[in-house]
């Protein structure tokens, strides 16, 4: 045993020296792989910004009613994809088709109005020039006035005409006004429909007594107008035989003239007032129809058929599917070399990380922190400093997403190559 162990010191202290040599290059060659390895890793990460605090964002629509009523048809149902302009659903429109019935008939008679009145400035004009004319001839200018008295007293029978036309279409709207407060009476003590519904048809209802009895005056006034229009006619043949009465007559002719003239412009005002409660009446049945603002899905949808629904009650959400973006939420440290152009990379959790390529649009102008509900005031009690993460918006490149898998909320995990 101890010859051997002597055989083996002698074959150590006369290892030839190649071979070491050799051995000392190989260990020297794989440190320099190494450190070379560990130097490309360094220089391959040190050139991109990645963060998990990111999610899918797009356009998302809350759509709601622009006026009140019963839901008579649905035309949608959750996650449905819609086009733009799609007919989502209908709102009762017959109270609002009522409404534009009623401003129709209130424009067609201020219309009638306002014809009236151009008609009597032509007439009050040729009055007040023969007047001045033939201040000493008071039988020619007698004989106008009784020409004009006699076309006043056709408007007033005119006028009557009218009253009694719209007597009518107040009498009808107080009758169905009375029958609505009965039917919802008896549904109101049956607690069937709300209180406040009862009470609204009850206002309707005096609101329609009251516009009856102002129409009922309406004619008794343009019958009494009738009556005086005839006396002045007779007024105006007696006047004939007094030539000083025709002076003085035709000296106020150019007041009369101007007051025709301002009841012509009132009775303008007030054609272009129902015209525009006409265009209003209008604009209301049409939005009784419910239409879809852009193309896109339905989500969260809260309307049924049958249910009532108030102005500005949100009914759906139409998430649009014309764009998406990534919002990434970068440490404020990572953002030293970062700009607007930069190529990055997306992986999507819901898909198995499968990558998107992308670059970075902009970066905004505050730190999330900032558009919290409670912003940190940091001039207060004892300031501990925390790394802030400033919103960068990330967009995709087009013709990735055929099918529209991307929705909004999704996880993320954007990589942006900052070098």
Do not use: C
């Amino acid at each position: 045993m101890a010859a051997e162990q002597e055989a083996v010191k002698t074959e150590v202290k006369t290892e030839p020296p190649a071979e070491r040599r050799g051995r000392a290059r190989w260990f020297i060659g794989a440190a320099v792989v190494v450190a070379a390895g560990a130097a490309l890793v360094m220089w391959h990460y040190s050139g991109r910004v990645s963060t998990d605090d990111a999610q899918i964002d797009g356009h998302i629509t809350q759509v709601s009613s622009q006026v009140g009523g019963r839901i008579v048809k649905l035309h949608i149902v959750e996650n449905q994809h819609v086009d733009a302009g799609a007919v989502l659903a209908e709102i009762d429109p017959r109270d609002y088709q009522v409404a534009v019935d009623r401003a129709k008939a209130d424009l067609a008679d201020a219309e009638a109005n306002l014809a009236a009145a151009k008609t009597g400035i032509p007439i009050s004009a040729t009055s007040t020039s023969s007047g001045v004319r033939n201040a000493t001839g008071g039988l020619e200018q007698a004989q106008a006035v009784v020409a004009m008295s006699e076309r006043q007293v056709e408007g007033a029978r005119s006028e009557l005409t009218a009253a009694q036309a719209r007597l009518r279409e107040k009498e009808a709207t107080a009758t169905k006004a009375a029958r609505d407060v009965e039917r919802l009476k008896a549904l109101v003590a049956k607690d069937e429909v709300a209180a406040q519904q009862y009470d609204a048809a009850v206002s309707q209802a005096d609101a329609a007594r009251a516009s009856l009895d102002a129409a009922k005056s309406d004619v008794v006034s343009a019958q009494a107008a009738i009556g005086a229009a005839e006396h002045r006619v007779q007024q105006a043949r007696g006047a004939a035989t007094q030539a000083q009465a025709a002076l003085q007559e035709s000296k106020t002719a150019p007041e009369q003239l101007q007051v025709t003239k301002s009841k012509a412009d009132m009775a303008e005002a007030r054609v272009k007032q129902f015209a525009a409660a006409l265009a209003q009446a209008e604009l209301n049945l049409e939005r009784t129809t419910i239409h879809a603002p852009t193309a896109g899905t339905i989500s969260r949808k809260s309307v049924e058929t049958g249910q009532i629904v108030q102005p500005s009650q949100p009914l759906l959400a139409v998430v649009s599917d014309a764009e998406v973006w990534v919002t990434a939420n970068f440490k404020e440290t990572q953002l030293k070399d970062m700009r607007p152009g930069q190529r990055a990379s997306i992986d999507v959790d819901a898909m198995g990380g499968q990558e998107f390529r992308g670059h970075v649009d902009s970066i905004a102008a505050a730190t999330g922190a900032k558009f919290s509900m409670l912003p940190p005031e940091n001039a207060t009690g004892n300031y501990v400093k925390v790394v802030q993460r400033v919103p960068v918006k990330i967009v995709f490149e087009p013709g990735q997403d055929p099918e529209r898998r991307l929705r909004p909320g999704m996880s993320v995990q954007p990589t942006v190559y900052v070098k």
